[in-house]
């Protein structure tokens, strides 16, 4: 089922289309975040992926642009549009998950919760910067983590989880409003 305006965009089309048959080929679900990470790259920084309208940004925090949900519910398509200095709260997803970069840039922040006594916090465990072409597949538990456009242009991510984002909203199963514990690492540099 096609959300946003997408008749005659045979880029996101082609994508569908690859991405079913991954989910439909692929017997070991643990195999298709990898999958769809490799057949999502080549559409990057494809000018006919999107629409002007599926671009536009949202001057107070990030958009998300739902452009596809398979009528099972088995996945959905999403462009996050990003302004400089936007960043999504602390947060995990509630199932796998791919991401690429369109356009521009995105600084990720991977945490885990540590938990000492009665407090917990977050520690951060690793970061770094995406830039146009960047491919990540993410699998839950364990993919805590936020991110940042870093600018100095607007960014564009297309989003393939494997959820119904129509029904749930988003693809995100928790927000970590924790505080955050400085890496133990970067103190004892």
Known sequence: MLIERASGNHA?????R????VLALEPEPEKWAPSVARILRPF??????????????DPERYRQHVLYVEETGAFSVVALVWLPGQSTTVHDHVSWCVI?????????????????GESEYLLPIGESTHGAGSVAALEPPGDIHTVLNPGPGTAISIHV?????RKLGSSIRRRYDLPVM???VAAAS
């Open 44 to 57: 990057l920084g494809n000018p006919g992926l999107l629409t002007l309208e599926q671009r536009q940004p």
């Open 18 to 21: 690859s991405v079913k048959s």
């Open 182 to 184: 400085e890496s133990r």
């Open 12 to 16: 996101l089309s082609d994508l569908v």
């Open 161 to 165: 989880y494997g959820a119904d984002v």
């Open 100 to 116: 690429g970069v369109h356009q521009g840039r995105e600084h990720e922040v991977n945490y885990e919760v540590v938990r000492e």
